[in-house]
């Protein structure tokens, strides 16, 4: 994440705005203000929990439909993270992102990273993303749903 730091802004930072500013508008507006960095795109992805052992994808397309996010929950409960673009202003930028339900939100977040766009091994003129998020055991299951946030920022 080191260009993200050279930038002025921390993981804490891009965490805290992104929990805090529920818009595009107001978080667009910090991004800018506080810290000199634009907002490219941006998102939430809502993943209810899946009946017990049932395997999910959940996926959805950014606020400018630029991105698209997608939550795998396999039969076993394992949870990741995907993110995928055609668009190539979008290449080699990072993504950060975090993940709450309704209980973690005002404690502390369940997780969040950052990840960076990069070329498809398998399909020319895509770019993506992978994180691996954790198990449904430790991300909780206190809440029906998982809500996890992401934006794109420029450097």
């Not at 993981?11 to 810290?35: D, G, M, N």
């Not at 634009?38 to 630029?66: I, Q």
Request: hydrophobic share 40%; aromatic share 10%; net charge negative.
């Amino acid at each position: 994440m080191g260009k993200a730091e050279a930038a002025g802004l921390t993981w804490e930072e891009i965490r805290e705005a992104l929990v805090r500013f529920p818009t595009e508008k107001l978080l667009r507006e910090y991004l800018s203000q506080c810290h000199g960095v634009s907002l490219l795109s941006m998102g939430s992805l809502v993943v209810p929990w899946p009946p017990s052992g049932e395997p999910l994808g959940v996926s959805n397309r950014s606020n400018d439909h630029r991105l698209i996010a997608t939550a795998w929950i396999t039969k076993g409960g394992e949870v990741s993270l995907a993110f995928e673009t055609d668009d190539p202003g979008l290449a080699g930028r990072p993504l950060y992102f975090v993940a709450y339900t309704a209980e973690s939100l005002d404690s502390d977040l369940l997780t969040g990273g950052s990840v960076w766009l990069r070329r498809s091994q398998s399909a020319p003129g895509r770019f993506e993303a992978r994180w691996w998020l954790g198990h449904l055991r430790e991300l909780g299951r206190a809440s029906p749903t998982l809500v996890i946030r992401y934006a794109v920022v420029d450097q």
